[in-house]
């Protein structure tokens, strides 16, 4: 089977550069010093009072999960954002666009290997989360479902940064678009669910006062369901039932007041992975057209 060109190479400078070795063995080193120094403190608790607090493993799990998601949300749209206008910048665009390479293969080599990169820095952590099981409350079904969570993400950021690289010519301007439009979909669809659901209750509250009636259930109506783009929401879902936390953190109808029990909210991790999916690859075909036009030219 034929290796992608574009791919090979990436990773082949990718292998051959110290700064990945620097940045795992940093980004590792710091996840093994807090779990060690978790079960020192775990163990210095059982010592005292002859008791396993489950608890603390399971917020050393939280805090990984939450700092590689963090992580991947960060430096994935700036890996991908410098793919195509990078290759622009230099000069080499022009070059590979008039070789036998297709529009697809430099567009899929790219991603793959931003994706490569980033699989082997969440991969390579997994031996520290593996450390809860000592403890027990997760299990690999668990580890799997929080695996598919990174994925999607990873996927969907990816070719959000891919598809700005290949709309801008500098490399710096499609970093920013691609940071406003991930900001915009982070933070905008909970602020404007936010919004919505303040101003119905304002409005629910004054037409009850109006009749003389006491306080009613607001929400934010359909725009609960602009979070099923959103991967921090799904994450944040995925991590509360591991976890067990509250149950406001689990059921996503009840963030914004009452919204029933529909089919989606109650498959909302699946649908939410699948649509962040489907964008991804919609994405994808938009740089390759945006590339095709430029090879037209």
Not at 68 to 78: K, N, R, S, T, Y
Not at 109 to 130: E, H, N, Q, R, W
Not at 239 to 268: K, P
């Amino acid at each position: 089977m034929k290796m992608n060109p574009v791919y090979k190479r990436e990773m082949r400078v990718s292998s051959r550069s110290v700064r990945l070795a620097v940045v795992l063995l940093l980004f590792n080193g710091s996840l093994a010093l807090v779990a060690l120094l978790n079960m020192y403190s775990t163990l210095a608790q059982v010592r005292l009072t002859a008791e396993v607090q489950y608890t603390s493993s399971l917020d050393l799990y939280l805090f990984v999960a939450v700092l590689e998601f963090a992580l991947l949300l960060v430096i994935m749209p700036a890996i991908t954002a410098g793919s195509i206008s990078g290759e622009r910048e230099r000069q080499t665009l022009d070059l590979m666009l008039a070789s036998r390479m297709e529009p697809w293969e430099i567009v899929i080599g790219k991603l793959a290997a931003a994706f490569s990169t980033m699989g082997l820095l969440i991969v390579s952590s997994f031996p520290i989360l593996a450390m809860v099981f000592v403890y027990g409350g997760v299990t690999m079904r668990d580890v799997g479902v929080l695996l598919l969570s990174y994925v999607a993400a990873a996927l969907f950021v990816g070719s959000l940064g891919l598809f700005s690289s290949a709309l801008c010519r500098r490399t710096t301007t499609a970093t920013v678009i691609a940071y406003g439009i991930l900001g915009a979909v982070l933070f905008g669809s909970y602020g404007l669910n936010q919004f919505v659901h303040y101003m119905s209750g304002m409005r629910v509250d004054s037409y009850l006062a109006s009749i003389g009636q006491g306080a009613g259930q607001a929400s934010s109506g359909g725009f609960l369901y602009l979070l099923l783009a959103n991967p921090a929401s799904t994450f944040l879902m995925v991590i509360g039932r591991m976890t067990g936390r509250a149950e406001a953190s689990v059921n996503v109808s009840s963030w914004f007041g009452s919204h029933g029990d529909s089919l989606v909210i109650r498959n909302w991790v699946g649908v939410s992975l699948a649509l962040q999916i489907a964008a991804a690859a919609l994405l994808i075909w938009a740089s390759v057209k945006v590339v095709e036009k430029k090879r037209g030219r």
